[in-house]
């Protein structure tokens, strides 16, 4: 009944959301390491608190469910026929009317727990632009899509001519469409006490522009000589332009997100590979075999914390420190030399090297 309450629920929400609005795309512009050109697309969205409720009854719903069918495979083990030498209570098998009439409706749970688990864990990002309405205004969006666009046929585009099957046409396309979304990104929109709005997207802050409606890179400019001559020659940038470029671009430094201890399991165990492993772990459990699927469990759930408290999140750390470079440097500003934190240089700093 829940299941299908979702499912309704759902089903309402899509309607819903396209009748209100269309997705519509603009171009991000992106500087590639490598130089080389690549076509981002930005989309925008905006939460909505029916798509918000219906997004996360689903992963309570994976919750509950994975718990209920952790909890009650165990009396798959009681004995019906000597209930009194049986360790566990027969109740349930008894008001069900035996291990068959028990095992259908586990089966049923543990069968749409994992497919559940399987399509939030691999397509979280597109799952959330599903359950937000796109807006036709960047201005007005909450949260940003970013996708790259290949505007020439790739190997997934082509079809060869011999596959007749509609089978395998349709297989095909599939497979296309599923590459396109894992490759999807959703960051939230940030506002500052400026009213700014940006985002961060590969170590890049993107500010709103109010004439394109689209988000821009900042933090990235191109100097002639003649314009550096001239602004050394003046004493250097005023503190009313340097306040108004770290509210444009920010600091000067790589902001590396560190979470925390449950944060960092749960990003740990929201994999694919662990929900597969999940089901076989429970199958085994349920099918009379309950030493390996505890084996299984331990030694899957050990390695995942091991790998993220003690490899992963450490890591982290590491990286975070190396980022928040820790030095100071002569700059030239209103005419005066200050000594102040790399963090604080903006763009047009003259900066003093000591050779």
């Not at 590969?202 to 933090?219: M, Q, W």
């Not at 020659?233 to 444009?248: D, F, H, R, S």
């Not at 994999?271 to 899957?300: A, E, P, Q």
């Amino acid at each position: 009944v829940s299941f299908c309450l979702l499912c309704a629920l759902t089903f309402i929400f899509m309607v819903i959301r396209k009748q209100e609005a269309n997705i519509v795309g603009r171009r991000l512009t992106f500087f590639s390491p490598d130089e080389s050109p690549r076509d981002f697309k930005q989309h925008g969205f905006v939460t909505h608190p029916l798509g918000t409720l219906v997004l996360y009854s689903w992963v309570v719903y994976f919750g509950v469910g994975y718990c209920f069918m952790g909890v009650t495979c165990v009396y798959s083990y009681a004995d019906l026929d000597r209930p009194q030498s049986s360790f566990l209570s027969t109740w349930p098998l008894e008001v069900l009317g035996g291990w068959d009439s028990f095992m259908h409706p586990w089966l049923l749970i543990f069968t749409l727990v994992h497919i559940i688990g399987m399509f939030l864990t691999v397509m979280w990002a597109a799952v959330q632009t599903i359950f937000m309405f796109p807006v036709a205004l960047m201005s007005e969006a909450s949260h940003v899509m970013i996708e790259e666009h290949v505007p020439f046929q790739t190997d997934d585009d082509l079809v060869d001519p011999d596959i007749v099957s509609v089978t395998k046409r349709f297989t095909k396309k599939l497979a296309h469409r599923y590459k396109r979304a894992v490759a999807r990104t959703v960051t939230p929109v940030t506002i500052d006490e400026a009213g700014t709005r940006h985002i961060e997207y590969t170590c890049v802050r993107y500010v709103h522009s109010l004439e394109t409606d689209r988000f821009h890179p900042e933090g990235i400019r191109k100097f002639t000589p003649s314009q550096l001559h001239g602004t050394f020659k003046a004493g250097g940038i005023t503190e009313n332009e340097v306040a108004k470029l770290l509210l444009e671009c920010g600091a000067n430094q790589i902001d590396v997100y560190v979470p925390g201890v449950v944060e960092s399991l749960i990003s740990e165990f929201a994999d694919f590979t662990y929900v597969f492993n999940s089901v076989g772990i429970w199958s085994y459990m349920v099918m009379s075999s309950w030493n390996i699927g505890i084996f299984w469990l331990v030694l899957t759930v050990s390695s995942g914390v091991i790998r993220s408290l003690f490899v992963v999140r450490p890591n982290r750390k590491k990286i975070q420190e190396l980022a928040h470079m820790k030095a100071r440097v002569d700059v030239l500003r209103d005419g005066m030399w200050q000594n102040i934190d790399v963090a604080d240089i903006v763009l047009g700093d003259a900066v003093a090297i000591d050779g």
